[in-house]
């Protein structure tokens, strides 16, 4: 072997030597001996744990059979469902600080149950929306049952979109519904189902109680997914959720005006009240135009943002 071989396989061994150091190296800087590159297993960093389902659940005073085993699995369902959407949850605990407050005295005001400001969050999530059948509002009403419940409802004024009048009217709903079936928990069935789809199904199937019912999987979700938000927002720290005071919604402050005659041009009246169209719309999203008609001078309430 020549000067110059020997030189190379030299510069060779060294080379190979400090790559055979840096993996050792490398090897140990990672935690639990794993090699950089490797893919971890997910439950290394996240662990997505089974709900443990209280054992006395109860809705508007009434008891939920969770010794009956469809029953608890629907139970469990919701609570697995609704505690793992963690962004829709934390939504409604931001809203029922808003909301709550104006729901809550007026169940208390009809007497109907506390527990029932749970079916508004399960049926709109506290939002103004609309459903594919046409139901509006936070108690997603439609419109005959809205009408029949003393609700104004046309293109120019949809009380429904009217968070105390509409619960209201939610509440007379319920009441009746109570009276026919002697239950909270069908009353509520029925504000899904319909108090004719309710009455043949108990008929039909000879039985007395939501629990006993057979129904479609929407309707034997629906007292089930009410259940679920009640335990959630009522111990929203035990299923995971952390929150700061500040971080809930709060309702703005706001004064009435007392209006029994026409408004030609809302813009133009919330110009002069020292606030805008956008603002009086979100306060009063019962204003469906640009112009309150009100030929027959019915009083209406206005909420005015307090500056």
Not at 288 to 305: A, C, D, G, M, W
């Amino acid at each position: 072997m020549n000067k110059s071989s020997k030189i190379l396989v030299i510069l060779s061994i060294i080379a190979l030597s400090g790559i055979m150091i840096n993996a050792v190296q490398q090897s140990s800087s990672q935690p639990n001996g794993v090699k950089e590159g490797v893919e971890k297993d997910t439950h290394d960093s996240y662990s997505i744990k089974a709900v443990k389902i209280p054992e006395n659940l109860e809705f508007a005073g009434e008891k939920v059979p969770l010794d009956k085993i469809d029953i608890r699995e629907r139970i469990d369902r919701e609570l697995l469902v609704n505690t793992f959407w963690q962004s829709n949850a934390l939504l409604w605990i931001k809203r029922t600080h808003k909301y709550f407050p104006i729901i809550e005295p007026i169940l208390k005001e009809k007497g109907v149950p506390d527990d029932f400001k749970y079916l508004a969050v399960i049926e709109s999530n506290l939002m103004n929306v609309t459903s594919p059948a046409g139901a509006k509002g936070f108690w997603q009403m439609l419109k005959g049952a809205a009408k029949e419940n003393g609700l104004e409802v046309n293109s120019n004024v949809d009380e429904r979109y009217h968070l105390e009048k509409a619960t209201r009217a939610a509440c007379d709903y319920l009441i009746t519904s109570k009276k026919r079936f002697g239950s909270w928990t069908l009353a509520a069935a029925a504000y899904h189902d319909g108090r004719g789809g309710i009455s043949k199904k108990l008929s039909t199937q000879l039985v007395s109680n939501y629990y006993d019912m057979l129904a479609g999987q929407n309707t034997q979700r629906y007292v089930p997914r009410i259940i679920a938000a009640k335990e959630i927002l009522s111990n929203p720290k035990k299923y995971g959720f952390e929150f700061d005071q500040e971080d809930l919604y709060t309702m703005p402050e706001s004064s009435i005006v007392k209006i029994d005659t026409p408004i030609l041009n809302i813009a133009q009246f919330a110009k002069q009240h020292n606030t805008n169209y956008r603002e009086l719309k979100v306060l009063n999203p019962w204003l469906r135009e640009n112009v309150l008609n009100n030929k027959s001078r019915k009083v209406y309430y206005i909420k005015i943002l307090k500056k």
